[in-house]
Nanobody, 121 residues
Framework: VQLQASGGGLVQAGGSLGLSCAASGRTFSRYNMGWFRQAPGKEREFVARISSNGARTYYADFVKGRFTISRDNAKNTGYLQMNSLKPEDTAVYYC???????????????WGQGTLVTVSS
């Protein structure tokens, strides 16, 4: 499956931004989906994941209550709604997909190209 993330941009602290992840090539509904991020000078880290049918979600502690992951299998698209953004949320955000269920980079075989989110203070 091919993934393309979009929706990044510049936002002020406390603001909101919505990311999308468009899938093509294979049946998107077969895959669990995750979002990761990589801040400058840091390793890529897990943000959130959602099961293939959207019934289960899981979040990193630092985004709980602020970010919401969702998906629309009819549109072959996944989403990450980010609210109450903080400067430390600044990073390149990546969507990923796999038939497995995990929070590590190695759990995901398919990756989008990343979209930059910059949160100004």
């Amino acid at each position: 499956v091919q993934l393309q993330a979009s929706g990044g941009g510049l936002v002020q602290a406390g603001g909101s931004l919505g990311l999308s992840c468009a899938a093509s090539g294979r049946t998107f509904s077969r895959y669990n989906m995750g979002w990761f991020r990589q801040a400058p000078g840091k390793e890529r880290e897990f943000v959130a994941r959602i099961s293939s049918n959207g019934a289960r979600t899981y979040y990193a502690d630092f985004v709980k209550g602020r970010f919401t992951i969702s998906r629309d299998n009819a549109k072959n698209t996944g989403y990450l709604q980010m609210n109450s953004l903080k400067p430390e949320d600044t990073a390149v955000y990546y969507c990923a997909a796999d038939v497995g269920w995990g929070t590590r980079e190695g759990n995901y075989d398919y990756w989008g190209q990343g979209t930059l989110v910059t949160v100004s203070s």
